[in-house]
């Protein structure tokens, strides 16, 4: 009985040897996927000045894209402009990117104005919004210098809002 059983122990032993490689070995070859390019537009900022992403090589750039009325946008804004203010100079861009309906710029100029945003706001074509598959508001899109599209995240609190000024922190500090 005993020489029976050692056979059978060996070929569980190399049947679980062998579907373990089998398993881990395909996960040990995969290299990390690569970040893709930002989808490159060339839009009008509510105050009539033109901005084209592809300008911004050499920047981080976040995308915020936002609208008048939604609750959580209203809440990152704040956040938004000081950490606009904190960077602007170490190579960081904001950019709004307000998903209001065309038709109402009037309304999104004094929503700007009302809530003194200093970064640039442009009103988000649906096709730039759908390139970026915007599914919820807000949408925190960072970019890093070369213009690959880094982080993309959905909603807004205190934790997302300290999650993205690490990133930014973290991103300009990287060299191109």
């Known amino acids: 009985m005993m020489i029976m059983r050692q056979p ?10 062998c579907l373990t490689l089998a398993l881990l070995t395909p996960h040990c070859a995969k290299k990390p996927k690569e970040p893709a390019s930002a989808p490159d537009f060339t839009l009008q900022t509510v105050e009539g000045q033109e901005v084209t992403l592809s300008g911004l090589r050499g920047k981080v750039v976040l995308l ?16 938004l402009t000081q950490l606009y203010k904190n960077y602007q100079d170490k190579g960081f861009e904001l950019i709004g990117m307000s998903l209001d309906k065309s038709g109402e710029m009037e309304m999104v100029r004094r929503f700007v104005k009302s809530m003194d945003i200093p970064y640039p706001i442009i009103m988000t074509p649906e ?18 210098k070369e213009g690959k599209v880094r982080e993309k995240i959905v909603g807004f609190n205190s934790t ?14 990287e060299k191109p």
């Open 8 to 17: 059978f122990l060996r070929y569980i032993s190399m049947f679980g040897l």
């Open 64 to 79: 915020d894209f936002w609208a008048t009325w939604c609750g959580p946008c209203k809440e990152s804004i704040p956040h």
């Open 127 to 144: 096709d730039v919004a759908r390139n970026y598959k915007i599914t919820g508001l807000p949408t925190t899109v960072l970019i890093d």
């Open 160 to 173: 997302i809002g300290q999650q993205i000024a690490a990133r930014v922190s973290e991103l300009t500090s």
